[in-house]
Structures are given as C-alpha cells and as structure tokens.
C-alpha cells in the first residue's frame, strides 16, 4: 500500500515534487495541506495521512503534550525558516513595526501552528506577557491576508518568500521580520501505519532529490525552472532564496 505523504505546496517542497512525479504513485502519494503544519498533524491523527514533511516547532510541541499520532523520522530543511510579520495595507494601519502589536489580536491558520508558536517566539522577543496572547484562526494564507485588511486581526505571520507575492502586489504590508531559533522542517511519521519497509526506501530516496536539487549545477538553472514553473515565482526571488540558504540543505 502506498504511503500518504502530506505536503504544503512551497518551493522548499520542489524535490518532493520532483520525486512524486518519478515515482507516479507506485509508492507513495501527496496529500496537499495548505493550511500549515496544524492541519498536517490533525491529519496524521486522523489516519488521513501517513507521513508528513511539518515545521519543527508544532511537531516537537505535540510531542512534549503527549502526542502518540507520530515520531520523528528525519530532517528536510536544516536552516533556520524566516518569518515575515504581514499586516493591512489600508492607509488607516497604524502598525508600523512588531512593537506596535503589542496586546493585539494575531491571525494564526490552526491553533498549534508554526503562525502561533513564531507568535509567541515574536512576543518574547519583545518581552511581552505570553499568557495574554490574543489568536483568531483564519484557516490559509487568503484567510490571513483577508483578516489583517478587514480589520478582525492586527497581523500575520508566514514564511517570507511565499509571502513576498502578496506583497509585492499589495495585499499586505511587511512591518519586520521573526527567523526560527532552531532547524526548520522535520518529517514525522505515524507509529503504526508507515511500517519501516515503506518507510526507509521513501526517506532514502527523498535524501538523494534533496541533495541533488541542493547541488551547485541545479542550482544554477535546473532548479530555478522548475520553481519559476511550478510556484511562479520570479527568477530574481528564486536567486534570492538560494542566496538565503531558504532552499534545501541535507541534514
């Protein structure tokens, strides 16, 4: 039986991509989860998904409640993710930098979420009293960006470059910057339903697209188009992501 590998759709996942669409399912299958690592665990408990590739921050901290869903399997992006703080671009914002959020209401996508925990990681940061941290959910990044210009929400944050279009178009507006303290992207794995005669030859593979994609001559051009074709970005941003270390690094 084939594993269910549960993905978000950001340019980091492009060897995921790439082995996906060699193996053509003979071996494993993608489960898109556009709502972030909240929604990738809620379906490793809800035997929707088998393995998933989550951020480090809401998977260590389900272990540490208690979790019994997953464990930890291996390492996908071993730098640090860097986090944009988003808010309304209406003339009438008067939030101009992360101290102005103080005592606020911050946009999240699932309670558990890397949006939540880097909420709090940003709140301590600024010293700010973490029991009074006030969320409202807002499911994706459409809902977040909605939130932030209706006025239901003060901020956001999500990973930089996926953000950058919207702002780039004006959809919202960059007030600073939140990077992780730890490696970014782990993959977890349920107990029981991914067995490791399934497991080892997935995470074996996956390796050799993640070193391969990581290589110098990829990318120097390989990468960038595949990039540029399947999230559209454009190629002074896929520069910069290489330039940032925001692409793969082999654990």
Known sequence: ???????????????LLQFAEADGGKTFTLVECP?????????????????????????ISGIAK???????VGSYVTTPLNWQVLVSISPLNFYNSIADLKGT?????????GSQTMAYV??????????GLQF????????????????????FMWEWFTTKPFVDAGEARFIGSVPTPWPSWLIAAHPERAPADA????????????RDFNSQA??????????????GYPEEDIQARSHHSHLLRPS
């Not at 909240?38 to 998904?49: H, M």
């Not at 990829?218 to 999230?231: H, L, M, T, Y």
């Open 136 to 155: 409202k959910v807002n499911n994706d990044i459409r809902g977040l960006i909605d939130s932030v210009n209706d006025g239901s929400t003060s901020a």
């Open 122 to 131: 940003m709140a301590l940061q600024q010293g700010w009293p973490t029991d």
């Open 1 to 15: 039986m084939a594993l269910r590998v549960g993905f978000v759709r950001e340019h980091f996942s492009s060897p």
């Open 199 to 210: 497991l080892r030859p997935f995470l074996s593979t996956l390796t050799t697209y993640v």
């Open 218 to 231: 990829k990318r120097a051009g390989p990468n960038v188009e595949f990039i540029k074709d399947k999230f």
């Open 35 to 59: 709502s972030g690592t909240g929604q990738l665990i809620g379906r490793l408990e809800k035997d929707e998904i088998d393995v998933a590739i989550a951020l480090t921050d809401p998977l």
């Open 66 to 72: 208690g979790s019994k869903a997953y464990k930890l």
């Open 105 to 113: 209401t911050i946009g999240i996508s699932r309670y558990g979420s």
